[in-house]
């Protein structure tokens, strides 16, 4: 067997080392700003986009000779273009009116400038009828504006003469 052959280290003079380290510094900052790393040249980071919701957290019926007596309801609000439907549960599509109701939260398009709300009602009549409720216009939320509380809509029932006067359901909501 033969013995391996002897290694010699390699002898650096001091400015050759100097050099050496500074090349490598210039090099690796030149590497941080043309990725961005530093911040420098880069473009800022766009900040993250908020998401809101909006919370469906009560409803007032109207109590008149006049209006169905109704004691559940469903709603759908529209927002943008996309419809969410209350109450969500799997064991009823109607809520109960009254103290106590249960709110329900549903999260709003990403990056919206403005939030445009409509809302349609529909109330379960003791003898089966189901009156329907509309409001009437839109209502135009800015983001910007968000948070929103103690936000309300009067629905009106479909077909009540004079158009537009009677109102039978209010909606409480809030933009968070």
Same mark, same amino acid.
């Given at each position: @067997?033969?013995?391996?052959?002897?290694?010699?280290?390699?002898?650096?003079? &001091?400015?050759?080392?100097?050099?050496?380290?500074?090349?490598?510094?210039?090099?690796?900052?030149?590497?941080?700003?043309?990725?961005?790393?530093?911040? !420098?040249?880069?473009?800022?980071?766009?900040?993250?986009? +908020? /998401?809101?919701?909006?919370?469906?957290?009560?409803?007032?019926?109207?109590?008149?000779?006049?209006?169905? #007596?109704?004691?559940?309801? =469903?709603?759908?609000?529209?927002?943008?273009?996309? #419809?969410? #439907?209350?109450?969500? #549960?799997?064991?009823?599509?109607?809520?109960? %009116?009254?103290?106590? @109701?249960?709110?329900? =939260?549903?999260?709003?398009?990403?990056? +919206?400038? %403005?939030? =445009?709300?409509?809302?349609?009602?529909?109330? !379960?009549?003791?003898?089966?009828?189901?009156?329907?409720?509309?409001? &009437?216009?839109? !209502?135009?939320? *800015?983001? &910007? /504006?968000? *948070? !929103?509380?103690?936000?309300? /809509? +009067?629905? /009106?029932?479909?077909?009540?003469?004079?158009?537009?006067?009677?109102?039978? @359901?209010?909606?409480?909501?809030?933009?968070?």
């Amino acid at each position: @067997m033969k013995n391996p052959p002897d290694l010699a280290s390699a002898r650096v003079s &001091r400015s050759a080392a100097v050099w050496a380290a500074a090349i490598t510094a210039v090099g690796g900052f030149a590497t941080a700003v043309a990725t961005g790393a530093i911040g !420098l040249v880069s473009k800022p980071k766009p900040h993250p986009v +908020a /998401q809101h919701w909006i919370h469906i957290e009560s409803v007032d019926l109207a109590r008149e000779e006049s209006l169905p #007596s109704i004691d559940r309801v =469903r709603l759908v609000a529209q927002v943008n273009g996309i #419809s969410y #439907s209350y109450p969500t #549960s799997v064991n009823s599509i109607w809520a109960p %009116v009254g103290p106590g @109701m249960a709110g329900e =939260r549903y999260p709003l398009p990403l990056g +919206a400038e %403005v939030y =445009r709300v409509k809302f349609f009602g529909f109330g !379960l009549a003791a003898d089966g009828k189901i009156p329907h409720y509309e409001y &009437r216009g839109i !209502l135009e939320h *800015p983001s &910007r /504006q968000i *948070p !929103l509380h103690n936000v309300t /809509q +009067a629905l /009106q029932i479909v077909g009540s003469e004079p158009r537009g006067l009677t109102v039978g @359901m209010t909606v409480h909501y809030s933009i968070e």
